[in-house]
C-alpha cells in the first residue's frame, strides 16, 4: 500500500540523521526526528477518528510542530487545510462550516473563542508557537505508523483563495498535483541534499507549504526555519544558508539595509521571487549589490508553479519566464481564442500542476477549469519574441498588499453595509513597503456624511488586518463608464500618489 506523496517526500529519510530544520536559535531537527513526530501525531489523529479523505483545519503559527502536522494529516490520509493566521473568528466560522474538518487545531490564546468559530459539537485541539498545546500532549503515541494508502488523484490539501464575490473558493490539491510540482522545481531550481534554504515565509499559503517545504523535503537539504521575515536576523543567518525562497518585499527590505552586501552572500546560489510582482528596478538594484540575479516565476493556489525564469539562461527582470517542464500555457482573448505571441490577453494553464476544482463549488469549478483541462488563471499576460511570459495585470482586480491576496469585493461587501455609506470601491495603489496598499473609496449616501475612521474601526472585528484599509477617502460619486461598471483604474491613477513619500 502506498500513500503516494507521504512516501516520496518523508519515505526515504526514515530514520535519517540528516540536518532538516535549524531555528533561529541554533536548535537541529533532523528528518528522523520529524519522520518520527509525524507518525506520533498521524496515530492520534487516527484515534481522534480521523477517515480518509477527512479535513483537518490548522490555524496556528509557524513551528516545526506545525509542519510536522501537515505531513501527519498527508500520512494519515487526510486533506490538510492550513488558514492564514490573520483570519478572525469570524472569518474562521465561514471555513470551518464550508469545509466541515473532521478537527480543527488553534492557537492556545483562540480556545477561548471556539464558540465563534466552531460548531458545538466540533473537535477542537491546540497548538501554540513554542510547539506546546492539547495536540502534543496528546501525541503521546506509538511513532510507528503505517502511511494510509492514497493515490496520486486523491486530495492532499485544500487552501482557500479569496472570493471575487466575498466567498472564499476551497482549491483541491491532490497527492500527484502537489508532488509533480515539487519534482519539477527540484529540477529547475538544482535542488540537493547540499542546500540550506533560509525559509521565513509563511506555512499557511502555498510558496511556504509547498514550494519551499515540499522540495526541500523532496531534496534532502535543510531549511533554516524562521518564524517570521525579519531582516536584521536574516542578514545574520544568510552566510548558513545556499537558497532563499522570498516575496518581492523581502527583497526590497534587504537592499534597504547597508549591511546587506555581496560578501554577505558569497555562499548563495539563488534567490528565487514569486507571489507579486517583482520590480524591474528591484530586480537590477539586488543585481548591482549583491552580483546575484534573483530568479523570478509565477504560480498560484490553484495551479502550484506555472513559469519560471530560467537557471542556467537570462533571468530577464520584469518576467515570469518560460512555462516549466510538464505545464502548457497559452493567453487567449475575451473569445477563448488563442492570441499570437505579443498580445495581451488572459493567461491560460493546463498540467498535472492544475488542481481539482474548487471544494463543493461545480458551477465555479465549471467556469474556470474548462473540462479539456485547461485553467482560467484570471491574470492578463503576454508572451514575448523570445518565448518569456510577463504579467501585466490581474484580471480580477486583485490586490497584493505584502505578499496578501486580497479580493476587493470582501471588502466592499462589508462596507458597503456602514451607515451612511451608498457603495464603494475598494482598490490597491503603490506603497513603498507593502508593494500595495488598500484604499477604499467611499460614496456617501444621501445627505450623510461617513466618518473614514469610523470605517476603518468597523472593519476592525470582521476582516484579517492586511484586508483592512489603510485609508479611506470619501466622495460623491464614483466614476463609472457607459455599461455602468466603475472604473477602478481611474480610481488608481488619481490616488496612486497617496502613500508615496
Ligand atoms: P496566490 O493564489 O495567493 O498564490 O496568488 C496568485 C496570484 O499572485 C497570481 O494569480 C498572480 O496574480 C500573482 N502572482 C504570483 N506570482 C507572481 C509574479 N511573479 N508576478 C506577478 N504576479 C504574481
Known amino acids: ?106 492557537d492556545p490564546a483562540r480556545e477561548g473563542k471556539r464558540a465563534d468559530f466552531m460548531p458545538a459539537d466540533g473537535k477542537l485541539m491546540t497548538l501554540g508557537a513554542d510547539g506546546k498545546g492539547s495536540l502534543i500532549e496528546a501525541a503521546a503515541h506509538d511513532e510507528a505508523h503505517d502511511p ?42 538544482r535542488f540537493t541534499s547540499e542546500d540550506v534554504l533560509l525559509h521565513a515565509l509563511p506555512i499557511f499559503h502555498t510558496h511556504g507549504l509547498f514550494v519551499a517545504s515540499n522540495v526541500m523535503i523532496l531534496s534532502g537539504g535543510a531549511m533554516i526555519w524562521l518564524p517570521k521575515f525579519d531582516a536584521a536576523q536574516v542578514v545574520g543567518l544568510l552566510p548558513q544558508a545556499t537558497t532563499m525562497m522570498g516575496v518581492p518585499t523581502f527583497y526590497t527590505r534587504l537592499l534597504d539595509r547597508p549591511d546587506f552586501d555581496r560578501e554577505l552572500v558569497a555562499g548563495m546560489r539563488l534567490f528565487t521571487s514569486g507571489s507579486a510582482p517583482l520590480l524591474a528596478e528591484t530586480h537590477r538594484a539586488f543585481e548591482d549589490r549583491t552580483g546575484h540575479r534573483i530568479l523570478e516565476r509565477y504560480g ?136 500595495e496598499g488598500v484604499v477604499a473609496v467611499v460614496a456617501r449616501a444621501k445627505d450623510a456624511e461617513p466618518d473614514p475612521q469610523a470605517i476603518i474601526d468597523g472593519l476592525a472585528d470582521r476582516l484579517a488586518r492586511f484586508k483592512q484599509p489603510k485609508k479611506v477617502i470619501v466622495v460623491d460619486e464614483l466614476p463609472r463608464n457607459t455599461m455602468g461598471k466603475v472604473q477602478k483604474a481611474a480610481l488608481r491613477a488619481e490616488h496612486g500618489a497617496l502613500f508615496r513619500t
Open 1 to 106: 500500500m502506498t500513500n503516494t506523496l507521504f512516501d516520496a517526500l518523508m519515505g526515504p529519510h526514515e530514520g535519517s540523521a540528516r540536518d532538516f530544520l535549524i531555528l533561529g536559535d541554533g536548535k537541529r531537527i533532523s528528518y528522523g526526528e520529524m519522520h518520527r513526530l509525524s507518525g506520533r501525531l498521524a496515530n492520534l489523529l487516527q484515534a481522534e477518528g480521523l477517515k480518509p479523505g477527512d479535513r483537518v483545519a490548522v490555524q496556528v503559527e509557524k513551528s516545526p510542530e506545525a509542519l510536522a502536522l501537515y505531513l501527519a494529516t498527508v500520512r494519515a490520509g487526510g486533506v490538510f487545510l492550513p488558514l492564514n493566521t490573520a483570519y478572525t473568528p469570524a472569518e474562521i466560522a465561514y471555513f470551518v462550516g464550508d469545509a466541515e474538518p473532521a478537527l480543527v487545531i488553534c
Open 300 to 435: 498560484m493556489t490553484e495551479t502550484n508553479m506555472n513559469t519560471s525564469n530560467p537557471y542556467d539562461g537570462e533571468r530577464r527582470a520584469g518576467t515570469v519566464g518560460f512555462p516549466l517542464p510538464g505545464v502548457e500555457l497559452r493567453i487567449v482573448g475575451e473569445d477563448g481564442a488563442e492570441l499570437s505571441q505579443g498580445e495581451i490577453g488572459q493567461i491560460e494553464v493546463r498540467g498535472d500542476n492544475v488542481f481539482q476544482g474548487y471544494w463543493r463549488m461545480p458551477e465555479k469549478t465549471a467556469e474556470e477549469l474548462g473540462a479539456d483541462g485547461w485553467f482560467k488563471t484570471g491574470d492578463l499576460g503576454m508572451i514575448d519574441a523570445d518565448g518569456y511570459v510577463s504579467i501585466v495585470g490581474r484580471g480580477k482586480d486583485l490586490i497584493i498588499s505584502g505578499g496578501f491576496n486580497i479580493y476587493p469585493k470582501e471588502v466592499e461587501l462589508l462596507i458597503d453595509e456602514m451607515p451612511g455609506v451608498l457603495e464603494s470601491a475598494v482598490i490597491g495603489v503603490p506603497h513603498p513597503d507593502f508593494g
Open 148 to 189: 494510509v494508502a492514497r493515490e496520486g488523484g486523491d486530495l492532499a490539501a485544500i487552501l482557500y483563495t479569496s472570493g471575487t464575490t466575498g466567498r472564499s473558493k476551497g482549491a483541491m490539491l491532490s497527492h500527484d498535483n502537489l508532488l509533480s510540482n515539487a519534482r519539477t522545481l527540484v529540477d529547475a531550481w
